[in-house]
């Protein structure tokens, strides 16, 4: 295992928890990019929907849309809660509204 990349720990247990949000709540997605910034120990998952699943430090999972506004949410549930049934349907309103 010459070839092996190692992760820090705050990196390892990031990685555990977005992916951990992924299976539960986004396992149908698919995935962009999957990633690390050692500078803020943030870990993510990028899909293709355009949200971010996030951990910071390993913390729980937040989750951000960029697109001409970026939004975060703490749970994934706020953006079907406002009764949106895709991402892009929020990001649609979004646009509109602002």
């Known amino acids: 295992m010459e070839n092996q990349k190692?992760?820090?720990?705050?990196?390892?247990?990031g990685k555990s928890v977005v992916w951990a949000s992924y299976a539960h709540n986004f396992s149908e997605e698919r995935i962009k990019e999957i990633g690390y910034n050692p500078s803020n120990d943030l870990s993510y998952i990028e899909l293709e929907n355009g949200i971010f699943?996030?951990?910071s430090s390993g913390r729980d999972a937040f989750y951000q849309i960029?697109?001409?506004?970026?939004l975060s949410f703490s749970q994934y549930?706020?953006?079907?809660?406002?009764?949106?049934?895709r991402i892009t349907e929020l990001n649609n309103f979004l646009l509109n509204e602002f």
């Open 6 to 13: 190692s992760f820090t720990y705050w990196e390892a247990v």
């Open 53 to 55: 699943i996030c951990s």
């Open 66 to 70: 960029r697109d001409e506004v970026e």
């Open 77 to 85: 549930s706020t953006p079907t809660s406002l009764g949106f049934r």
